[in-house]
């Protein structure tokens, strides 16, 4: 199968997945698709910069990074449909939710660290498409939190690419902006 194939399959299963929740990006009617796009966007453009990187694998995990979490989809369903490597991958940065809110992030780091690079980069890239202007309805508390993960995730991932580092970077400085003038 050929990259475009495994993206539209691998979109195409998560945005149906997700919208039976009726998931959107928070404070908007922006369908969830959008975001799972954007981080496969991410890693399909640090792959061009990367001599080492199974684009394919990566694109997969990176589509399928929240179905976990958020949808009714079993890991026996998500391997039998994508393979138990995309499944770890995604398991991996599935937050634990029977842990308390504050160590949910360190735990899956931890996990996430021994994972291959590519599931790494998944992390990255989604914290990358996150950092856009915060929804209106976070608190000040909330927005800084968020900034500290990215801080957090930059810190514990260096090393894995340069190029989504260098892009969560830049990110991390203009959401302080979101801080600071708000």
Known sequence: MVIQDIY?????YAAEKHALFQQTLPDSI???????????????????YSKIFDTEFAIQVALLHDIL??????????SRIFGSEVTAGVQALTKNKLLPNHEQ????????????????????????????????????EKRQNYLHEAALILKEFNGTNEYLEKRLALKIEAYKKNIINN
């Open 105 to 140: 992030m360190k735990d899956s780091l931890q996990r996430i660290k021994k994972c291959v690079a590519e599931v790494r980069a998944v992390k990255l890239a989604d914290r990358i498409t996150n950092l856009q202007e915060p929804p209106l309805s976070w608190s000040m």
């Open 8 to 12: 539209q399959k691998t979109l195409r």
């Open 69 to 78: 979490e958020d949808t009714a989809v079993t890991e026996e369903e998500l």
């Open 30 to 48: 922006i369908t969830y698709a959008v975001h799972l796009s954007n981080v496969a966007m991410e890693i399909l453009v640090a792959a061009t």
